[in-house]
């Protein structure tokens, strides 16, 4: 049983333009710490599957715990500001994330038998990172 009153026609229109207001705002492209954190993991995984093609030993992990931190230091950035974050993320960022994740395996098997001698395929699987994740920080920055 509803005990509330009936919204009248104006009262109803007034209320589907703040929920479609609402939903726009929370759905809305994301913010600059959004876009920060897609191009920031985007660099940070590039630049460290390049080295890790041309570096053996400790060297390579050097360049995994850098790759770590910096990656790390963007997430916790977008969380702590992107506004979108606290509202939930957008129906986008899934696929951003699932985008970058084929192209970081697909840059890793690339790299990951290179020994040292990997120029090529580290250019290869930075310059695919690279096209992931600045495709997926422009669409987001448009939309």
């Known amino acids: ?53 041309v570096t053996t030993g400790a060297a390579f992990v050097t360049v995994m715990v850098a790759m770590l931190v910096w990656v790390l230091i963007s997430i916790w950035f977008m969380v702590v500001f992107g506004r979108a974050t606290r509202l939930g993320f957008g129906k986008r960022w899934p696929a951003y994330m699932v985008s970058w994740g084929i192209a970081y395996v697909v840059a890793i098997l690339l790299v990951s038998t290179a020994e040292g001698q990997g120029l090529g395929r580290g250019i290869i699987g930075a310059g695919l990172i690279t096209a992931v994740t600045v495709t997926s920080a422009v669409i987001e920055a448009r939309s």
């Open 1 to 53: 049983m509803n005990t509330e009153p009936m919204p009248t026609p104006d009262e109803a229109r007034v209320m589907l333009d703040r929920v479609g207001q609402l939903g726009a705002s929370a759905s809305a492209g994301a913010s600059w710490a959004h876009i920060a954190t897609l191009l920031t993991l985007g660099s940070a995984t590039a630049l460290g599957t390049l080295a890790l093609g």
